[in-house]
């Protein structure tokens, strides 16, 4: 469910037609309709002022992309059952119990920082185009991290170079991506109509669009007979110290 279809939701719940809704937040009629068919993507301003009439707050609207897989793991929301059980472990530790595993963990996390370097290609953004898209550049470049850095499945990378993937990717990240093709709700990079997307796909019940990650751009719709070519699946964030290396300079 988008944003659109969460803010006609919340509206019915409370009982307001679109024109009372319009009225609220002081827009036209023919405004809400847009936003509640996805068509366009209300302001900053304006989104403040659909939470406060709603009733509801950014979790309720962009729900969506905080379940998606991805962006958690970006953020480092979701832990696995070994580390929840580790965790209530040492919420059971008296004081001195608790300082000792600090100790353990934090000479084993500068042994592993001193592990050897990896090398992965790494391209970057050409040519900008609107909504976010960007032409690739020819040539790579190359990027070393350390290896407990790198995402299980990484091919390759690309660093982005705008904040327009905000607040789930920054300026100057550098992203792992996959060789393999992303499926509904995951991220990816995308070429359609030779440009270049880093998007969420959705691709259900015959639909299919790039959802942007940063909520002030537009969602772009993919007709059946437009041909989507998806480029590798967004695996994370790289941490750590990163090195990017021209090629011909190693």
């Not at 919340?10 to 009629?29: D, I, M, Q, S, Y």
């Not at 900008?128 to 790579?140: D, I, P």
């Not at 990079?189 to 990650?213: E, H, N, Q, S």
Request: hydrophobic share 35%.
């Amino acid at each position: 469910m988008g944003i659109g279809e969460r803010i006609r939701r919340r509206r019915v719940e409370l009982g307001f037609t679109r024109n009372e809704l319009a009225e609220k937040v002081h827009v036209t009629p023919s405004a809400v309709a847009n936003y509640e068919n996805n068509i366009s993507i209300p302001k900053l301003e304006l989104l403040i002022s659909l939470m406060n009439t709603l009733e509801v707050d950014a979790n309720y609207l962009y729900a969506d992309y905080i379940s998606n897989p991805t962006v958690k793991k970006v953020f480092r929301f979701e832990m696995n059952e070994e580390e929840q059980e580790a965790l209530e472990k040492y919420r059971g530790l008296t004081e001195n119990g608790k300082r000792l595993v600090r100790i353990v963990i934090n000479e084993e996390y500068e042994r592993v920082k001193s592990q050897r370097w990896v090398a992965l290609q790494c391209y970057f953004p050409g040519v900008r185009k609107t909504n976010a898209g960007f032409l690739l550049q020819e040539y790579a470049k190359r990027v070393q991290v350390k290896g407990q850095h790198v995402p299980k499945g990484t091919n390759y990378c690309f660093q982005i170079q705008i904040d327009k993937y905000e607040p789930v990717f920054r300026k100057h990240d550098i992203i792992a991506i996959s060789e393999e093709e992303a499926s509904h709700n995951e991220i990816g990079m995308f070429c359609f109509k030779g440009i270049c997307y880093i998007r969420t796909l959705y691709r259900k019940d015959g639909v299919c669009r790039l959802r942007a990650l940063n909520v002030m751009e537009p969602d772009i719709e993919v007709e059946k007979e437009e041909e989507l070519r998806c480029l590798g699946k967004v695996l994370g964030k790289i941490y750590g110290e990163c090195k990017i290396l021209d090629l011909d300079k190693e």
